[in-house]
């Protein structure tokens, strides 16, 4: 029998949430162990093993030179590169930078601001090398993290559909939350993949899977204004961590019409 | 044996006692009820789950639930969901494959289940959605054993409309609020100076078997008039009607209407129309392998024309543009679905209307495209007698 391929996580600017995520997948676990071998996992072990990796998952956004010069030394090392997450698909909520004076941030916020170094904006890993699949979510979901990675093993496309949160939701037979209770929701315009956890608790989406391949969000923002939001909080609540994706989305459209 | 009667009148009690045969036949009965700010369809075990008391102020894009002081329980108008929820379930396992141990695959087809459902509160418009799903999944070209099985059987208790929806136009897709065909019972639900009760009628043999089981009394003319006069007065309170013009033609001569680019710019392409309508009955596959690949499935679950997927060919999808999609999907329902299945694929449950998140209203749509189609050869025309 061949070798296991070999599975390395890596790790720029995130939480820790999205390869948490790996480590939550108890059922499987046992069964990812016998069929890939681990070879760089800090968040698990220590051990560390030299690629090249067959498969390297990348969380984290760049912000910093450094994230920019090691994220292209982890797709030298790797044959298949997803990235995990909304820093790492779309600069994650660090990326609300990219909307302001970071100069002033580092003057005003750090006693020594010589001692940081630092991009003056957050952006995802796409922006500085090739990535093979993204896989979006804050954090990802553990079923859509072990398509990706059963996919990647049979060699075959991962099922991960890019329409809207509206299509799980209405499938798993959720009142709408716009229609009937005049909630302010992101979900016409967010892309599936969480199973449309927030409106079947009675809450807006917030967007947290980034905006869907058609998502047309000048045609959402009315409603959102008719449901109580005015243009400030319109802003903050397309502000969260895929900020930057919503800003690009929205312009591209607003540009189309 | 004498005949058991084809008409009867129940009071709330009749009503649970037909839950209650229903269910003692061992089937699921799926009824109104209220959830989340809504009346949704769900299993209920008496009738006290009914919404009772309650009724619906809908418009395009709105939707809210108002309590009613006459205890009515079918006084509402269409909900978020259909029946065809439980026919053509969301996401179905069609097969699953293991490989052995010599190496050889073994495939085991799904043996679908066979609930044996009883849907009580099936509105005129859903009979007629489910008559128009019988012919695309039951006896079509491209049956689905599933659907098959489950619609098999399963026993249908009609509840007219009193109340239409301002969402409502089965009239001008020629329906109405009366149940015509396809029904085991049909019930008018009556609240007067006579008291709350259910006017039934019997549709089939079934219906007459399982109406001989429930306490009822006779329906004298009184009851059977006041019934017909409510089911005749809401067809003239439709909310809505789609423009009186050949539907099909429209669509067919409007397929380059600027129209569409006006509907393109509102529309979310978030596909909840097509999910809501009862007719819709698109599906996709999906391919499932475990981490050990020797053990593969695959599920059907529900699509949509508005996913970019849904008419992905080699190298992107063939309808890229929100107007390519919104065409297709107004353009079947309302056109080339005659083609396909011999009936308009739109019965006027208003479901698409209510339930689109920014009120996209197909009647509204139809109406401009017909305007615009109208304009077109009006100009036309005065540019023939100009130049002769
Ligand atoms: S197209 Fe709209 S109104 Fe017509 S049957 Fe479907 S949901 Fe109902
Ligand atoms: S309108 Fe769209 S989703 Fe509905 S049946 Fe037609 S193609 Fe399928
Ligand atoms: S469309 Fe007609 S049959 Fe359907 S709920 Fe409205 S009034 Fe009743
Ligand atoms: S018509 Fe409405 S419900 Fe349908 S896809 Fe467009 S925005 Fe969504």
Redesign the pocket.
Known sequence: MSEAPTLAVFKLASCDGCQLTLLDCEDELLTLAGTVRIAHFLEASSAVAPGPYDLSLVEGSVTTPADAERVREIRAQSRFLVTIGACATAGGIQALRNFADVEEFRRTVYARPDHIDTLATSTPVSAHVTVDFELRGCPIDRGQLLEVITAFLAGRKPDVPDHSVCFPCKRRGTVCVTVAHGTPCLGPVTQAGCGAVCPAYGRGCYGCFGPSRSANLPALIPLLRRDGLDERATERFLRTFNAAAFATARASREEET | MTAAPATAVLDRDGLDALVGVLRAQGRTVVGPTVRDGAVVLAEIASADALPFGWGTEVEAGRYRLVPRTDGAAFAHTTGPQSWKAFLHPERERLWSADRRADGRLSVAAERPQRPSYAFLGVRPCDLRAIAVQDRVLATGRHRDRGYQERRTGAFLIAAECTEPGATCFCVSMGGGPAAEAGYDLALTELVDETGHRFFVRVGSDAGREVLSGVPGRPAGPGTESAARAAVDAARERMGRAMPPVDLRTLMGDSLEADRWDDVAARCLTCGNC?MV?PT???TTTEEVTDLTGDHAERWQRWD??FDLDFSYLHGGPVRASARSRYR??LT??LSTWYDQFGSS?CVGCGRCVTWCPVGIDITEEAAALHDELAARLRRQDEREEREP
């Open positions: 097509t309508c819709c009955f698109c949509s024309c297709q999907w079947h329902k694929g």
